[in-house]
């Protein structure tokens, strides 16, 4: 079946590291974004995706990074220059077609935890 | 900028009774796409039910249906015959072509048995 899979499930990050957290689709969307969720909170988007090898800041991209080398992989880097990386982050994709709308397909979400 | 407000940060309704959950919006556009998306406490985004806006009548699914005024930007979410499994963070989303969601801030809705 096709979908989003994000890995891992929980993540925990001590003081000063970086860390990647993984999102590979199959579903052949061009589009992909990243997330974040604070506990009762809303979605604040991340960083955002359109096509391979180009991507742009979303609302909160200070201390994030991304790549898009591959159309089924956007892998988000949370910097130890992010100061408050505690957070629930999900991954979506979509298609990217000027002609038609459609709605996210989203991920299960990573649980990232600083300690 | 497009905005999505959702003004009910709680709610909560009895089993089995019916529960409209508010959404309104801003955009100079005509021509856009509303969603609902449903995030249970697994966390998963599920979506529950979408609309074009050059669509005069009201989506449908199963329990799930919506009262598009679009003149007043408004977009409600009612679910009737309410069960155990609609507990759940409700979210409006809007989107204008290939352009981003754009979220409102979430609707906590408590189903009680």
């Known amino acids: 079946d096709g979908g989003i899979t994000q890995s891992p499930k929980y993540l925990f990050r001590k003081e000063g590291q970086n860390v990647t957290l993984s999102c590979e689709q199959n579903?052949?969307?061009?589009?992909m974004y990243w997330y974040r969720q604070d506990p009762g909170q809303g979605l604040r988007l991340i960083y955002y995706?359109?096509?391979?090898?180009?991507?742009q800041k979303g609302d909160i991209a200070e201390g994030y990074s991304v790549s898009r080398e591959k159309k089924e992989s956007f892998p988000l880097t949370v910097t130890s220059a992010q100061k408050n990386p505690t957070a629930f982050y999900l991954c979506?994709?979509?298609?990217?077609?000027?002609?038609?709308?459609?709605?996210?397909?989203f991920g299960s979400g990573t649980r990232l935890t600083v300690v | 900028a497009q905005t999505v407000t959702q003004s009910q940060p709680e709610m909560s309704v009895q089993e089995a009774e019916t529960v409209t959950l508010s959404c309104t919006y801003d955009?100079?556009?005509?021509?856009?796409?509303l969603f609902w998306y449903k995030q249970p406490p697994s966390r998963q985004m599920i979506l529950v039910i979408r609309?074009?806006?050059?669509?005069?009548q009201n989506a449908t699914e199963n329990r799930f249906s919506v009262n598009f005024q679009k003149a007043a930007k408004s977009f409600s979410l009612k679910i009737s015959d309410s069960q155990l499994g609609d507990a759940a963070m409700y979210f409006c989303?809007?989107?204008?072509?290939?352009?981003?969601?754009?979220f409102g801030q979430g609707t906590r809705l408590t189903i009680n048995p």
């Open positions: 979506a994709s979509s298609p990217y077609d000027f002609g038609q709308t459609y709605g996210y397909t």
């Open positions: 579903l052949n969307h061009d589009a």
């Open positions: 995706s359109q096509i391979v090898n180009d991507f």
């Open positions: 955009t100079s556009e005509s021509d856009y796409y």
């Open positions: 609309q074009e806006a050059y669509k005069q």
């Open positions: 989303a809007y989107r204008y072509g290939a352009q981003k969601l754009v």
